[in-house]
T-cell receptor
Framework: SQTIHQWPATLVQPVGSPLSLECTVE??????LYWYRQAAGRGLQLLFY??????ISSEVPQNLSASRPQDRQFILSSKKLLLSDSGFYLC????????????FGEGSRLTVL | GQNIDQPTEMTATEGAIVQINCTYQ??????LFWYQQHAGEAPTFLSY??LDGLEEKGRFSSFLSRSKGYSYLLLKELQMKDSASYLC??????????WGAGTKLIIKP
């Protein structure tokens, strides 16, 4: 069966510090991978998605970046965090962009102080 | 612009039935999803509708009317564990998911 895992679960970082959130998927090959951010009272916001190794599409301009160094690994990074980067970050995978549902990781709560 | 509307919060009684509505205005339509999200946890998939009508899955049912841009999630025989947020999402013509802000459902004994 397929599983998705992301870490760390909770992170408290000062403004201007770097960020690295990691996500891995097991039990499937060539998944579509996504990074979402969820702010209180708002819908999930798609940040990045990837259809293959090294292929990253950015949906929202920001100081975040994403990388996919391996087929089942997706990383969300920032060189300098802003207060507005605080939120709940979710990694997800799907079989295809146009088919099936999304399967989400456990989520990472980021607080920038 | 694209928009998904659902009530912010609803309250229901254990054992009762509740209907959570979702209306959408999107550029194209390629399916509608309902997810359940407990506080502090990730969303989990509940249902998928692409054709008009009712999809039933145990205590949960989801209805879709594409002509009206409307869906609802029906929860029967409510249990305390059903207290959660319920997210409506529509896949648009570019196959991107547009998400509603979610409906927080509070179940009272």
């Amino acid at each position: 069966s397929q599983t998705i895992h992301q870490w760390p679960a909770t992170l408290v970082q000062p403004v201007g510090s770097p960020l690295s959130l990691e996500c891995t998927v097991e039990g499937t090959s060539n998944p579509n991978l996504y990074w979402y951010r969820q702010a209180a009272g708002r819908g999930l916001q798609l940040l990045f998605y990837s259809v293959g190794i090294g292929q990253i599409s950015s949906e929202v301009p920001q100081n975040l970046s994403a990388s996919r160094p391996q087929d089942r690994q997706f990383i969300l990074s920032s060189k300098k965090l802003l207060l507005s980067d605080s939120g709940f970050y979710l990694c997800a995978w799907s079989v295809g962009l146009d088919t099936g549902e999304l399967f989400f990781g456990e989520g990472s709560r980021l607080t920038v102080l | 612009g694209q928009n998904i509307d659902q009530p912010t919060e609803m309250t229901a009684t254990e054992g009762a039935i509740v209907q959570i509505n979702c209306t959408y205005q999107t550029s194209g339509f390629n399916g509608l999803f309902w997810y359940q999200q407990h506080a502090g946890e990730a969303p989990t998939f509940l249902s998928y509708n692409v054709l008009d009508g009712l999809e039933e899955k145990g205590r949960f049912s989801s209805f879709l009317s594409r002509s009206k841009g409307y869906s609802y999630l029906l929860l029967k025989e409510l249990q305390m564990k059903d207290s959660a947020s319920y997210l409506c999402a529509v896949r648009d013509s570019n196959y991107q998911l547009i998400w509603g802000a979610g409906t927080k459902l509070i179940i009272k004994p």
